[in-house]
C-alpha cells in the first residue's frame, strides 16, 4: 500500500538540514502547517527565527521546496517563510554553539501536548471522508467511557468544523480563569472545543500554521486536570491536525470510523496507512450507519453489508464493532443529547464499544 503523500513529503523535507545547526528542519519544528491535496498540491510554512538573515531564510526555503517537489506525485509546492520573535539562545562554552539561532529542540506541538501530563491515555478518532457519523460516534464513545467511572476528556480537533457544543449540548463560552481555559463538564465529560471560543457564526478561513496554533491551544492552555483517557475528535480525511496530533507524540493510539460502502473504505485504507506509517497503533475499526432495522426487526443494509468488517480483516486490524442506523442517534446528537447516556438501544452499542476500547487500554 502506498504511503500517504503528506508522509512522504515530510520523509523528504525530514533529510533537508539546516545548516546553522546540522539538524532535520523537520525535527527542529521548523516546518508548520504541512498539507497535501489530491491533485498533488504541497503547501507549508518554514518557520524561522526573526533574526536570520533573509539569504539565509531563502536558501533553505530553497532546498525544502526542491525536497518536496522532488517526490513522486507532488504537482507543486507553494511554501514560504516566517519569521517569529525569538531571541538567540547564549551559545554553551563546550566548544560548538549548541542552539546558534535558539531553534526550538520539540515542534510547538510536541511543546504543547507536553503538558498534558495528567492525561494517561489519548485516543484519535478519525475517518477519511466526511459524512460517515464520525464525531457522533466519538461523542458517545466518550459519554460510555465516562459512564464506565472513567475520568474521559473530549478534545474537538476539527478548528474548521467543530461540533462538540452541537453534541454536547454546550451554548456557552468557556471560561477563563488565572490565565487557563476553563472546559466545560457535560454528561460527565470534560469537554473543550475552539467552537467554544469563538463565534459559532464565525468563518474559520485560516491556514495550517494557525490551525496548529489552535491545536496547540487547546492543548496547552486548557486545564485538564488529571485524565484516565482523552477522545480527540479529528477532522475528516488526513490532513494538517491529524499529522500535528501524530507529532504530538501523544497519541496512544487510533480508532477509525467508516460506513459500509465501498468509497468511504477506500478512505478507511488510506487513514490506517497513515497512522500505521507514523506508528501509531490502530485500536480497531467501527463500522457506523450498518443497518436500517424495521420495527418487524428486519435489517436492510442501504449502504452495502459489512464492508467494513471486511476492510479490517484485509488491513489485519481490529474490528470493533458495527453500529446501526438509529435515527433516534441523529435526532438526539442535534439536540445535544448522547444516547450513549439512555436507556435507547444505542446506549448498549455503545457500552460494548467502550468497553472493548477500555479493554484495549487496559483501564
Known sequence: MPEPLA????????????????????????????????????????????????????????????????????????????????????????????????????????????????????????????????????ANLAVALAARGLKTGFLDADIYGPSAPTLFGVADKAAVKDGRIMPVNAHGVTVMSIGMIVDPDQALAWRGPMVMGALGQLMRDVEWGALDVMIVDTPPGTGDAHLSLIQSKRLDGAVIVSTPQEMALADVRRGVALFRKTDVPIIGVIEN??????????????????????????????????????????????????????????????????????GALSL
Open 7 to 138: 508522509i512522504r513529503v515530510r520523509n523528504a523535507l525530514s533529510l533537508v538540514e539546516n545548516p546553522a545547526t546540522g539538524r532535520s528542519i523537520v525535527s527542529e519544528g521548523l516546518i508548520q502547517g504541512l498539507t497535501t491535496d489530491d491533485d498533488g498540491q504541497v503547501r507549508f510554512t518554514l518557520e524561522l527565527p526573526g533574526f536570520v538573515s533573509a539569504a539565509a531564510a531563502d536558501a533553505l526555503l530553497n532546498a525544502a521546496k526542491a525536497a518536496a517537489g522532488a517526490v513522486d506525485g507532488v504537482s507543486s509546492v507553494s511554501a514560504v517563510a516566517t519569521a517569529h520573535s525569538a531571541k538567540p539562545s547564549a551559545p554553551k562554552q563546550t566548544g560548538g554553539h549548541d542552539n546558534p539561532f535558539g531553534i526550538r529542540k520539540k515542534p510547538r506541538i510536541e511543546e504543547a501536548a507536553d503538558t498534558l501530563q495528567g492525561v494517561r491515555n489519548i485516543i484519535a478518532v478519525a475517518s477519511g471522508k466526511g459524512g460517515v457519523g464520525k464525531s457522533t460516534v466519538a
Open 289 to 358: 450507519m450498518a443497518w436500517l432495522e424495521s420495527d418487524t426487526g428486519e435489517r436492510q443494509y442501504l449502504f452495502g453489508e459489512g464492508g467494513a468488517r471486511r476492510a479490517a480483516e484485509k488491513l489485519d486490524a481490529p474490528f470493533l464493532g458495527a453500529i446501526p442506523l438509529y435515527p433516534a442517534l441523529r435526532a438526539a446528537s442535534d439536540e445535544g443529547r448522547p444516547l450513549a447516556a439512555s436507556n435507547h438501544p444505542a446506549a448498549d452499542v455503545f457500552k460494548e464499544l467502550a468497553e472493548k476500547l477500555a
